[in-house]
């Protein structure tokens, strides 16, 4: 079955650094695009970065681009968020998801249980 | 940017009894629409897909309707395990992607 399992999550502090990464099995790793979305505490959901297949193409958020960088290695069925110069605003649980449908009917069909990032001093 | 808003914010309802979840779009997103049910300490699911389709495992009690602007997420009969948040979403402009602000079925 489908799993994605994400790990990497912790307290840091603001303007410092922090890798997460998703361990994805049960299904051809390599043929879907993948995302981060994120969930403040007592929060709504907020979709984070995208990355193709193959990653060769990367969409980020507004909130997170220039600070955050998605990648994937296909080889280890793995997905990455480096996530640079943190602020208290990006303390969220941060969720891995599949993407499920083509084109411009895109939503996700599984989710990690996801890992939590505190940003504070 | 297209905006989901949802409605109401919260609901209140007894088991057995139909809930009605409303997701309105700013702007027509055809039938681009898909619905998640998310309980406290849990990562969201996928209910519905393409606005009206069940995905897979999902109770039948569970319908999504609508199309172009106005989006609805019906459960015909309460069940105990239903009251968690709602979320609506879509994906937005180039490779963007949004969700409504969720509503929250809770037991009366």
């Not at chain 2, 619905?35 to 406290?40: A, E, V």
Request: charged residues 15%; proline residues 4%.
């Amino acid at each position: 079955q489908v799993q994605l399992v994400e790990s990497g999550g912790g307290v840091v502090q603001p303007g410092r650094s922090l890798r997460l990464s998703c361990a994805a099995s049960g299904f051809t790793f390599s043929s879907y695009a993948m995302h981060w979305v994120r969930q403040a505490p007592g929060k709504g959901l907020e979709w984070v970065a995208i990355i193709s297949y193959g990653g060769n193409n990367k969409y980020y958020a507004d909130s997170v681009k220039g600070r955050f960088t998605i990648s994937r290695d296909n080889s280890r069925n793995t997905l990455y968020l480096h996530m640079s110069s943190l602020r208290a605003e990006d303390t969220a649980a941060y969720y891995c998801a599949r993407e499920g449908g083509s084109g411009w009917n895109v939503y996700f069909d599984y989710w990690g249980q996801g890992t939590l990032v505190t940003v504070s001093s | 940017e297209i905006v989901l808003t949802q409605s109401p914010a919260t609901l209140s309802l007894s088991p057995g009894e139909r809930a009605t979840l409303s997701c309105r779009a700013s702007q027509s997103v055809s039938n681009y629409l898909a619905w998640y049910q998310q309980k406290p300490g849990q990562a969201p699911r996928l209910l519905i897909y393409d606005a009206s389709n069940r995905a897979p495992g999902i109770p039948a009690r569970f319908s999504g309707s609508g199309s172009g602007t106005d989006f609805t997420l019906t459960i015909s009969s309460l069940e105990p395990e239903d009251f968690a948040v709602y979320y609506c979403q879509q994906r937005n402009n180039w490779r963007m992607y949004t969700f409504g602000q969720g509503t929250k079925l809770e037991i009366k």
